[in-house]
């Protein structure tokens, strides 16, 4: 079965500082692999995805990520963290069954930001 | 800009009591997602229509737990009874049909206490 691994509970940065949150996942083959970022009582939204090719993949407000096949990672970074980034991030991993991408989240990781 | 609806947003029932949610995906979506998200947890799929069919519904459970989507549209998640276990939040999703059909946009979400 797929698993996914986001070993930080709590991140805590400085405003302007730089930010890398952790993913491994567990799979039998390359996954479809996904962040998506949630605020405070809100439905969850799409920052990037990577299902083949460059293996670094940008996404929206700034972020990107990395997918290391070696290490079955896909870490998301941004170089220069908002206050706003203030928010809980989901790591998913998603194969297809049936022409459908069955998707599988993390347990998530909260940002907090300083000011 | 269009967006999945849900209803309704908060709901308290006493344990035992039946409870249902309403979820209307962007127009012209074909897939369908249930999620629940226990508080300090990532979302955990239920079940996943692909227009009225189910997809998959391996961690739905059955014996309290029904989803429907008729007529491959709106789709209506119930529980029969409410345990003090099943407070959460319950998100829906949805994908489109063609192109980016592994992007899924997620409602607000309905927050049910169980008490």
């Known amino acids: 079965a797929q698993s996914v691994t986001q070993p930080d509970i709590h991140i805590t940065v400085s405003e302007g500082a730089s930010l890398e949150l952790r993913c491994n996942y567990s799979?039998?083959?390359?996954?479809?692999l996904f962040w998506y970022v949630q605020s405070p009582g809100q439905g969850l939204q799409l920052l990037l995805k990577y299902f083949s090719g460059d293996t670094l993949v940008q996404g929206i407000k700034g972020f990107e990520a990395e997918f290391k096949r070696s290490q079955s990672s896909f870490n998301l970074r941004k170089p220069s963290v908002h206050w706003s980034d203030a928010a809980e991030y989901f790591c998913?991993?998603?194969?297809?069954?049936?022409?459908?991408?069955?998707?599988?989240f993390g347990r998530g990781t909260s940002l907090i930001v300083h000011p | 800009e269009a967006e999945v609806a849900q209803s309704p947003r908060y709901k308290i029932t006493e344990k035992s009591q039946a409870v249902a949610f309403w979820c209307d995906p962007i127009s012209g979506h074909a897939t369908l997602y249930w999620y629940r998200q226990i508080l300090g947890q990532g979302p955990e799929l239920l079940v996943q229509f692909q227009d009225e069919s189910v997809v998959d519904d391996s961690q739905l459970p059955k014996d309290r737990f029904s989803a429907e989507r008729l007529k491959g549209v709106d789709s209506t998640l119930k529980i029969q009874p409410a345990e003090l276990g099943d407070s959460a939040m319950y998100l829906c999703?949805?994908?489109?049909?063609?192109?980016?059909?592994?992007?899924?946009?997620f409602g607000p979400g309905t927050r049910l206490t169980v008490t």
């Open positions: 999703a949805s994908s489109p049909r063609v192109g980016r059909t592994y992007e899924q946009y």
């Open positions: 998913a991993v998603a194969f297809i069954s049936g022409g459908s991408y069955i998707p599988t």
């Open positions: 799979y039998g083959a390359t996954p479809y």
